[in-house]
């Protein structure tokens, strides 16, 4: 597996009033803004030389948006609570179950059926119960995933490498330079839609590093109505990252 850090990707604007090289990270996008005369592999090398304090940046931006979103998840764990999943929200029903685990089933795609072992003070139960659905929901990620991998892939033989489940807040996914793509399973808490959008993207990215005309092409060469989607997780994105 390719021990390096994945490579950010980043707008580029030439600009005849800058002096210096600088970046510039919002919630929207990494822009770097460049004399004209300043060659492409010195950005890159600035770029790469930053990669920490742009990682850092986007997780401080990424808060303060988050901070201000409303949550999808409940305060609390307890019978009929309500649940996001995949752009709905479920109920909660728990039973006493003799299991030594916490066991979690998703019923007919309309409630989340949760049996506790017996033994366990009530104060734990809500705590017990979301790590318990955050495993669950790590696990459907992956079916989720391969399951879009294997629809979209064959099209264009875009094939990574391998597919790796991870928790991010600032990143919906990424496409490593060897072709490991990593996706955030808070997807799991957006539409299906969402979901399939980043999944596609992070592919199209096995083709091309970047965010050019033509990358954006072979994103609507799968979802010709990718724009949408991408809209949507814009809007709506900071509630989702705020996870369970």
Known sequence: MNSQP?????????????KNTRIVVTAEKIEVVAPLKVSERRIQAFVQAQQSWIEAALKRVAGRVQAAAPRLAPSEYMDGAQIPYRGRRLPLKITAGKT???????LNDEMFWVKLPAGIAD??????IRQALTR????????????LVDIHAPRFALFPRSIRIKTQKSRWGSCGPKNDINMNWLLLLAPPAALEYVVV???CHIKHKNHSPVFWQLVAEHLPDFKQHRLWLKQHGASVMQGL
Not at 6 to 18: D, G, M, N, Q, V
């Open 6 to 18: 994945t490579p950010l990707l980043y707008s580029l604007r030439r600009s005849s009033r800058a």
């Open 100 to 106: 030594k685990t916490v066991r979690i089933e998703l």
């Open 123 to 128: 104060e734990q139960h809500s705590t017990l």
């Open 136 to 147: 669950w929901m790590k696990n459907q990620a992956k079916q989720h995933v391969q399951q």
């Open 201 to 203: 993207h992070e592919l």
